[in-house]
């Protein structure tokens, strides 16, 4: 952890004693109406001892929420405390290690940036104020199933809207609320490795907690000499988000998505019972949290995977620049042809990031394999390079373990978190047919005419005779499995952006998935990576899989103790303009 960010923990520690902002809300009608959770300031809300007692009842592990940039305001306003967060306010440390500040800057929504208020360098934004915004009012610092139980249990008894923060990473804000009390599972990062035996399974697993992040996930299965499925970013939770919406990763060609992997789940459920999920045990609720969202069906404590033996990985980068727009181009459909070849060499995936002019292979990841069967695979692409007289810097080797292949490859990649993302699945018959790649190429060339634009094609095989699973098995959607890549667009935004733009942002994403969309009609979306407030949310989010997600979340849920958007069912409430969330 560098210096800056342990400053920032520091930080934390000082503006939490202000408590204050959790409890007054004086803007806030004050409404009674038991069809909206109520809110600060609403008479409904709880008193400050009725807080207090729950505070008693989970050992003094709650929390007061308060906005990191806190420090940038009030009479104890800090300079430099400011300038530091200023500096680091698009990294992902401090809202990594923080109970209710999350990544996401559309929904932060400047309710409380350090480049407003009495330090920002622009005089006409010195008098905006710091408010609570989005973020959840408390948060109870999840140890074990009874703390977890205590907090579904209040906010379902006293009628407050809950959430559920685990790392933070998410896209779409579900992973916050206003005035809500949220369970952050973070320290729950227990990993153990075992024999299972099930009637479906029979073989290694790992049993993780939901905090535990992917490179923690990696480095714990390297250690006990497996490989698990997790993310390309080696800060998601692997137990959280990641795997309840199918979760990608650099192992999704040789195992599938994270949700064909999953054995069972330890979970809280609505009404407060701590269970198992399993195929034979509340089967339907272990098919609809292997990949049909996070945080609406129950709060997740750990889930179990299958583990595999570990081996050599082979890797590789491969990057270029072109100028020549149509040479550029014409690289980038020939990228997209070749990737048919590759789906067809088993583990062999590919994510490569796209701006205007460049084209950067992250890496290969290519288990078992070779630097030959690498180079093997690529060669037909090199040789479409060469014919277009563009020459690629490159880099392929093998490692002993996953584990080193991962850290090798992914050790150059830096994380922030001032973009906003959409994407599509994109079929293989859509690669195939030459009118329909076209169109495609179309699509993304206006996409990088947009200013701070890139987009990102990973390709896996994910099928099911990859994921040794059939169809129906979980709720991750089909459109996966006819699928050649998904397609990450991209959006980077000015760390001091406005709301305003940001909402901007927001619908030209809406747009591209759009686009993208009329190109290939019949596929879907990876809801993790898509925005909040899609028209097509139910089609592409979801599928054939919507029906049954609500039928059973209607059974497990049935007050809506859960709610996000665009979770399953989400529309039988309504986030009111002043943040009320009321019954429709
Ligand atoms: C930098 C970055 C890189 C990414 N890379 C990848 C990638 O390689 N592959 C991929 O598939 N996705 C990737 N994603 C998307 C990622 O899968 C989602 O953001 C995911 O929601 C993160 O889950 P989390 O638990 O880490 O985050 P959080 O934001 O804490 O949670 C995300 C959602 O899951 C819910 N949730 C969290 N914990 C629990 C729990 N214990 N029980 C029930 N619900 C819970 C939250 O309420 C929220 O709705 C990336 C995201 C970012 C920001
Ligand atoms: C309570 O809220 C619901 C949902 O918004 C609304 O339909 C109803 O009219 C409200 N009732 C009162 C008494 O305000
Ligand atoms: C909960 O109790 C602990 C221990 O007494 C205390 O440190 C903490 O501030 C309390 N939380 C709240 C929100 O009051
Ligand atoms: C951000 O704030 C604006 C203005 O208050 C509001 O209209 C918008 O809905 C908010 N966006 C989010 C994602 O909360
Ligand atoms: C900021 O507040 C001061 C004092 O109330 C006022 O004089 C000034 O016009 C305000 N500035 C802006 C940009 O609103
Ligand atoms: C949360 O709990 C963990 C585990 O007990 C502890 O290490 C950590 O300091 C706690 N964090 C906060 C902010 O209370
Ligand atoms: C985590 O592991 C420890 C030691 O094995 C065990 O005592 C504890 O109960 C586990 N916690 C959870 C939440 O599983
Ligand atoms: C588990 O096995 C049964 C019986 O073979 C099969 O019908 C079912 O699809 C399997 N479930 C999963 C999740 O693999
Ligand atoms: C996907 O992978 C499997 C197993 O390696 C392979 O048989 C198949 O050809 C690949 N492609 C498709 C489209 O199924
Ligand atoms: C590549 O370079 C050669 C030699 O300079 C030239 O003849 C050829 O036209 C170029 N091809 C392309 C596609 O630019
Ligand atoms: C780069 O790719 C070429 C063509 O496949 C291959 O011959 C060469 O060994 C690669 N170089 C490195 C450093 O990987
Ligand atoms: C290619 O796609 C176009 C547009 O969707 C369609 O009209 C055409 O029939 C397709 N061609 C083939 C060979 O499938
Ligand atoms: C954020 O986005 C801008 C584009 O507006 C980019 O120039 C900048 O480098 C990005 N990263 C950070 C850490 O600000």
Same mark, same amino acid.
């Given at each position: 952890?560098?210096?800056?960010?342990?400053?920032?923990?520091?930080?934390?520690?000082?503006?939490?004693?202000?408590?204050?902002?959790?409890?007054?809300?004086?803007?806030?009608?004050?409404?009674?109406?038991?069809?909206?959770?109520?809110? /600060?300031?609403?008479?409904?809300?709880? %008193?400050?001892?009725?807080?207090?007692?729950?505070?008693?009842?989970?050992?003094?592990?709650?929390?007061?929420?308060?906005?990191?940039?806190?420090?940038?305001?009030?009479?104890?306003? &800090?300079?430099?405390?400011?300038? %530091?967060?200023?500096?680091?306010?698009?990294?992902?440390?401090?809202?990594?290690?923080?109970?209710?500040?999350?990544?996401?800057?559309?929904?932060? &929504?400047? %309710?409380?940036? /350090?480049?407003?208020? /009495?330090?920002?360098?622009?005089?006409?934004?010195?008098?905006?104020?710091?408010?609570?915004?989005?973020?959840?009012?408390?948060?109870?610092?999840?140890?074990?199933?009874?703390?977890?139980?205590?907090?579904?249990?209040?906010?379902?008894?006293?009628?407050?809207?809950?959430?559920?923060?685990?790392?933070?990473?998410?896209?779409?804000?579900?992973?916050?609320?206003?005035?809500?009390?949220?369970?952050? !599972?973070?320290?729950?990062? &227990?990993?153990?490795?075992?024999?299972?035996?099930?009637?479906?399974?029979?073989?290694?697993?790992?049993?993780?907690?939901?905090?535990?992040?992917?490179?923690?996930?990696?480095?714990?299965?390297?250690?006990?000499?497996?490989? $698990? @499925?997790?993310?390309?970013?080696?800060?998601?939770?692997?137990?959280?988000?990641?795997?309840?919406?199918?979760?990608?990763?650099?192992?999704?060609?040789?195992?599938?998505?994270?949700?064909?992997?999953?054995?069972?789940?330890?979970?809280?459920?609505?009404?407060?019972?701590?269970?198992?999920?399993?195929?034979?045990?509340?089967?339907?609720?272990?098919?609809?949290?292997?990949?049909?969202?996070?945080?609406?069906?129950?709060?997740?404590?750990?889930?179990?995977?299958?583990?595999?033996?570990?081996?050599?990985?082979?890797?590789?980068?491969?990057?270029?620049?072109?100028?020549?727009?149509?040479?550029?181009?014409?690289?980038?459909?020939?990228?997209?042809?070749?990737?048919?070849?590759?789906? @067809?060499?088993?583990?062999?995936?590919?994510?490569?990031?796209?701006?205007?002019?460049?084209?950067?292979?992250?890496?290969?990841?290519? /288990?078992?394999?070779?630097?030959?069967?690498?180079?093997?695979?690529?060669?037909?692409?090199?040789?479409?390079?060469?014919?277009?007289?563009?020459?690629?810097?490159?880099? !392929?080797?093998?490692?002993?373990?996953?584990?080193?292949?991962?850290?090798?490859?992914?050790?150059?990649?830096?994380? !922030?978190?001032?973009?906003?993302?959409?994407?599509?699945?994109?079929?293989?018959?859509? $690669?195939?047919?030459?009118?329909?790649?076209?169109?495609?190429?179309?699509?993304?060339?206006?996409?990088?005419?947009?200013?701070?634009?890139?987009?990102?094609?990973?390709?896996?095989?994910? !099928?099911?005779?990859?994921?040794?699973?059939?169809?129906?098995?979980?709720?991750?959607?089909?459109?996966?499995?006819?699928?050649?890549?998904?397609?990450?667009?991209?959006?980077?935004?000015?760390?001091?952006?406005?709301?305003?733009?940001?909402?901007?942002?927001?619908?030209?994403?809406?747009?591209?998935?759009?686009?993208?969309?009329?190109?290939?009609?019949?596929?879907?979306?990876?809801?993790?990576?898509?925005?909040?407030?899609?028209?097509?949310?139910?089609?592409?989010?979801?599928?054939?899989?919507?029906?049954?997600?609500?039928?059973?979340?209607?059974?497990?849920?049935?007050?809506?103790?859960?709610?996000?958007?665009?979770?399953?069912?989400?529309?039988?409430?309504?986030?009111?303009?002043?943040?009320?969330?009321?019954? $429709?």
């Amino acid at each position: 952890m560098s210096p800056v960010s342990s400053l920032l923990i520091k930080v934390w520690a000082v503006v939490s004693v202000a408590s204050s902002l959790a409890q007054a809300a004086p803007s806030e009608p004050r409404t009674n109406n038991a069809s909206c959770r109520f809110l /600060p300031g609403d008479a409904g809300w709880p %008193s400050v001892s009725t807080w207090s007692s729950l505070n008693d009842t989970v050992g003094g592990r709650l929390i007061a929420g308060s906005p990191l940039a806190h420090a940038c305001y009030g009479s104890n306003a &800090n300079e430099a405390i400011c300038a %530091s967060l200023q500096e680091n306010w698009a990294t992902l440390d401090p809202f990594l290690a923080d109970p209710v500040n999350v990544q996401s800057m559309l929904f932060e &929504n400047t %309710s409380c940036s /350090p480049f407003y208020g /009495p330090f920002s360098a622009n005089a006409a934004y010195q008098n905006a104020t710091c408010s609570m915004g989005n973020l959840a009012s408390y948060a109870i610092n999840i140890t074990d199933a009874a703390s977890a139980i205590a907090g579904v249990n209040f906010a379902r008894e006293h009628n407050i809207r809950l959430s559920i923060k685990n790392t933070g990473h998410d896209f779409l804000g579900r992973n916050m609320g206003k005035g809500s009390l949220s369970l952050w !599972t973070h320290y729950l990062k &227990n990993a153990s490795f075992f024999a299972y035996s099930s009637a479906n399974y029979t073989g290694p697993a790992a049993r993780i907690g939901a905090g535990l992040q992917v490179q923690e996930l990696y480095e714990a299965s390297a250690a006990a000499g497996y490989r $698990v @499925t997790g993310g390309g970013c080696p800060t998601v939770g692997a137990g959280g988000g990641w795997v309840q919406s199918g979760g990608h990763g650099p192992l999704s060609s040789l195992y599938g998505l994270g949700a064909d992997q999953t054995l069972e789940f330890e979970v809280v459920t609505a009404d407060g019972q701590h269970l198992t999920a399993s195929p034979d045990e509340n089967a339907d609720l272990f098919w609809a949290l292997s990949g049909g969202g996070p945080a609406n069906f129950a709060l997740v404590l750990s889930v179990t995977m299958k583990a595999h033996e570990d081996g050599p990985v082979a890797g590789a980068t491969l990057s270029f620049t072109e100028d020549d727009s149509d040479k550029y181009w014409a690289a980038v459909e020939a990228w997209q042809r070749h990737l048919l070849v590759l789906d @067809t060499i088993p583990g062999f995936q590919t994510m490569v990031g796209m701006a205007k002019g460049s084209f950067s292979l992250d890496y290969v990841t290519l /288990p078992d394999g070779s630097v030959d069967d690498i180079n093997a695979g690529l060669a037909p692409f090199y040789q479409e390079l060469a014919s277009l007289n563009i020459s690629v810097t490159n880099d !392929t080797r093998v490692h002993d373990s996953f584990w080193e292949h991962y850290q090798y490859f992914e050790g150059s990649t830096t994380w !922030t978190r001032n973009d906003s993302v959409g994407n599509r699945l994109i079929p293989r018959d859509a $690669v195939r047919n030459e009118t329909t790649l076209a169109a495609l190429t179309q699509v993304y060339k206006d996409i990088l005419d947009y200013p701070n634009s890139y987009f990102y094609i990973i390709a896996y095989n994910v !099928t099911h005779t990859v994921a040794g699973n059939s169809r129906g098995d979980n709720a991750v959607i089909e459109a996966w499995r006819d699928s050649l890549y998904l397609n990450n667009v991209i959006i980077l935004n000015d760390p001091q952006a406005t709301s305003e733009e940001l909402g901007e942002y927001a619908q030209e994403l809406n747009v591209w998935q759009e686009n993208m969309r009329a190109v290939t009609p019949d596929s879907g979306a990876y809801m993790n990576e898509a925005t909040y407030d899609y028209e097509y949310w139910k089609d592409d989010y979801y599928g054939e899989t919507y029906d049954k997600l609500v039928e059973i979340k209607h059974k497990y849920d049935p007050g809506y103790v859960f709610w996000n958007r665009p979770g399953a069912g989400y529309d039988a409430y309504e986030l009111k303009a002043d943040g009320h969330l009321c019954k $429709v």
